[in-house]
Structures are given as C-alpha cells and as structure tokens.
C-alpha cells in the first residue's frame, strides 16, 4: 500500500469496500481480493492511529513536564 | 493796595497789571470769601514739591465739550492729609478722568493768576461715580452678549504655551515664572511675555495692543498649520505690586471687550484687594496674584497627569485581566486537547473495528446466500431427470438419440430404442 495514503482516504476506501460487500456488489470472484484490500486498509489505519496516539501521548507528557 | 497807589492809578485812568490784578484779587477776596464743594472732572493732575496741580474741566454731558475749566492746586499740608485717604477709600490715586469732589477756596494771585485751593476731597463721590461707571460698562457688556463668552471658553488640557500680558520686569512676572519653573511635576512651560504697561493711563491701549499680538501670532500660526493646532494655549493677564497701584486702567469698556471676545481663554492676577475688577469679572479664570495664576497653570497639568496616570493603570489592569484569563483558557485547552484528540482517536478506532466486524459478516452472507442458490438450482434441476419419470413408470423412445414426440416423425422399418426404468429395449416399427 502507498505509504503516502492518507488516513482519510484510506477510511473512505474502507468504508465504500465494507458497503459494496453489505450490499452485494462484488462479484464472488473479486471478493477475496477485495477482501485483502480491506485488511490492508484495516490495518494501516490502525497503524496510524497508534502512532497519533503515542505522538499525542508523548506532547501531553511534555507538555505537563 | 496802598491808598497812594491807588490815587495814582485813578488819575491816570492806566492801571498797571499788577493794580488791575490786585482789584479783581479784592473783589474776590471781598465777594468769594466762604469755602465751597465743587464737582469736576480732572483733566490734569500733577505733583510737584509735594503739592498737587490740577486741572479742573466739566464737559457739556451729550458734547463732551469743555463748558468751564479752571486751575486748582492743594497745598502740601492739606495733600500730605487728603492723599493718603483718597487712595486708601478709592484703591487709586487721583487721576486724569475722574470725577471728583472738592472742597475750594477762590485765589487770586497777582502774579500766578485765579486758582481753587483744595482744602478736602470727599472720595465717596469718587468711589460713587467710579461705581456708576462700572456698572454702565458692565451693563453695556452683557448688552452686547459678550460678558460671559471668556467662561464658555475651556483652558486646554494640556495647556503648556502660555502667552503672558506683563510688566517687563515686574516682580509679579517674575514670581509666575518660578512658580512654573520650580513646579515639583516637572511639567515645561513654554511661557512666551507681551510687554504691556501694567498702571495707569496707558494699561488699556498698552494690554490691547499686547492682546493684537498675540492674537496675529495665533491666527497666522493657525492659517499657516493645521486649524487645530494653534500658537498659545492661553493668555495670562498678571501684575504684582504695590497695593494702592492704579488698577483703574483695568475697568475700560474697550479692554473689557477685547479680553471677553478674545478666543482664547484669558486667566487674570492682577492683584487687588477691594471689589473685583471688571477684567476678572468678564476672564475665564481669575486668581488673585501672579503666583496663583502659575498654581493654576500647573493644577491644570497635574490634572491631566492624574487622568492620564489613572487611564494607565485602567488600562494595565484591563490588560492584565485579559491576559490572566487568556492564560487559564490556555491551561484548560492545554489540559483538554489531547484528551479530546485521543478521544478522536478511540472513536476512530472504534469506527475501524465496526468496519472489520461487519467484513467477514457480509462475506459470509454473502458465500451463504450463494451456496443456498446454488442448492435451490440443485432441487430444480433434480426435478428434471428423466430417470424419475422412468422409475415412476413412463419410457422414453428415442430414434437416433432423439426423443419422439410424434409417430408422423417414424416409419415403418426404423429402428428405435425405448428407455424404462431398469434398461432399454430396442425394436423395429411395423407401421
């Protein structure tokens, strides 16, 4: 995955993934694919927010230091 | 005059001066001998040796022309009493213009010529008529609407150029000018001196011609400048001296008149114990003496200093408020932002593992919808297999592979096969 994708834009992709498949969109063939496609998405917005997390973390330390 | 003398003359029928000055000098004495008050106006007035000179007018009233006029002389030993208490009753000495009451006695001298000779003054005439006149000028002021213009005047806040109306070197300029200069604020004064003549005949043309000064250096300054900014911020009237001075020059109607309508405010010291001149009545402040003219200058100052202290301290102490509250808004956000974008975090956390969970939910509704399909498909198509109907005991014929469905397709000596439930049977058509 781009490492240049945005949280957002990951978020969207996700969530337009998460629809088609609720909604049957997917052809059965693709659905493995697409699937990958959204743990890949699944786990770089999860990456991103344990980092803001402990950057966030870390200010509010400094910042009560 | 001798008896021989007299013989001589007569038979001449030509007097000498003298005889003839000697006769009117009898008759006076015999027809003129009581003493009398007599009103007049003074047209000169001098001292000399201790005596005093006079001259005496009365003016026809609407003419203003002479009508009578005649010499009159007090002699020092009378003087040395009547001055003192003129000037003590009247606060100034006898001067040209005044109407005063005399107490005379006719002279003739052969040699000096007609004379009155002053043996009192009554100053309560002279006070009466000074009076009158005041209140003619003052009447004649507020008349023309121009007795209280000066008090609608405002002396500037920051009044610091100061246009002063003086005596040269009179003590009282003096007095006002260390007063300003030693002022314990050490507030600057810009003090800038109009001569003028500050006692007598001369104060009122003396004062006004110092006033036209001011007033060219004010108005070129304001046409060559800006309108609002000006030269002086005020004129100060000051003289400081001898209690009995003549301040008789200070109650004129043309004076009075061009302080009252002179556009900046004036402020008066000139000094009197006895009734308020007319120049304090019509200036924007009056003040008894030089040095409280300089009081006021600078009470003024510190006025404004203390407003201006006190709009300081406001201000800071808005400031600082202000500041104060910015900084405990800070701390409060400080403290609040990264719990709010932790809280941003957690919520899209959450919104992620929503989205994981309904993932493998949709999946696999998806993979159950599809097999369920896929066995519905499988039902129909059971429904189809011919070896059903063959087991429930119907036969197929086939010709060449082929169902047939209708004999006219058949004729005699094909070959056909039928299809039952446990075999086929092969058999040739008859017909």
């Not at chain 2, 009237?237 to 009075?256: K, V």
Request: proline share 3%; glycine share 4%.
């Amino acid at each position: 995955m781009n490492e240049e994708i945005k949280y957002e834009e990951a978020l969207t992709q996700l969530e337009t993934i998460v629809r088609k498949m609720e909604q049957n969109e997917y052809d059965i063939d693709e659905l493995a694919a697409q699937l990958k496609t959204a743990q890949r998405l699944i786990k770089f917005c999860k990456d991103k927010l344990t980092k803001t997390e402990e950057e966030l973390q870390k200010i509010q330390a400094e910042a009560n230091s | 005059m001798k008896s021989e003398e007299f013989a001589t003359a007569m038979m001449n029928e030509h007097y000498t001066l003298r005889q003839l000055n000697l006769m009117v000098r009898d008759a006076i004495e015999m027809h003129l001998p009581d003493e009398y008050w007599v009103e007049a106006e003074l047209s000169e007035c001098r001292e000399n040796s201790g005596h005093c000179y006079m001259e005496l007018i009365e003016k026809d009233e609407r003419s203003n022309t002479p009508v009578a006029r005649a010499s009159a002389k007090c002699w020092r030993q009378t003087w040395l009493m009547v001055k003192p208490y003129f000037e003590r009753t009247t606060g100034q000495p006898l001067r040209v213009g005044m109407k005063v009451l005399l107490k005379v006695y006719a002279q003739f001298h052969e040699a000096y010529g007609f004379s009155w000779i002053v043996s009192d003054i009554d100053p309560t005439y002279t006070l009466g008529d000074m009076a009158r006149k005041r209140q003619e000028i003052i009447r004649q002021l507020k008349e023309e609407g121009v007795f209280d213009l000066q008090r609608e005047l405002r002396i500037p806040t920051f009044a610091k150029r100061i246009a002063v109306i003086s005596a040269q070197n009179a003590a009282g300029y003096g007095d006002f000018c260390r007063q300003l200069e030693e002022n314990e604020y050490g507030f600057r004064f810009d003090v800038t001196l109009f001569p003028a003549i500050m006692q007598g005949e001369q104060v009122e043309q003396s004062v006004i011609a110092a006033l036209n000064k001011i007033y060219e250096l004010q108005s070129n300054h304001t046409s060559q400048f800006s309108p609002l900014s000006s030269h002086f911020d005020c004129v100060v009237i000051i003289r400081g001296g001898g209690a009995t001075a003549d301040l008789s020059g200070f109650d004129t109607l043309a004076l009075a008149e061009n302080v009252a309508q002179f556009p900046l405010p004036v402020i008066t010291g000139i000094g009197h114990d006895r009734d308020e001149s007319i120049l304090d009545m019509i200036s924007n402040t009056k003040v008894k003496t030089p040095t409280a003219a300089a009081a006021l200058l600078i009470d003024n100052l510190l006025h404004v200093l203390e407003q201006l202290d006190d709009a300081s301290q406001r201000i800071s102490h808005a400031v600082n408020q202000r500041i104060s509250n910015q900084k405990t808004k800070i701390v409060t956000m400080t403290s609040l932002i990264p719990t709010l974008a932790l809280r941003v975090v957690g919520d899209q956390r959450h919104r992620i593992e929503m989205m994981e969970n309904r993932l493998p939910i949709a999946i696999e509704r998806r993979l159950t919808n599809q097999k369920h399909l896929l066995e519905s498909l499988n039902i129909k198509l059971q429904g189809f297999d011919p070896q059903l109907l063959l087991s429930r005991g119907y036969s197929i014929t086939l010709k060449d592979g082929k169902a047939v469905r209708d004999p006219q397709q058949l004729k005699p000596g094909d070959e056909i096969e039928t299809r039952v439930e446990k075999g086929t049977i092969r058999s040739v058509v008859k017909n």
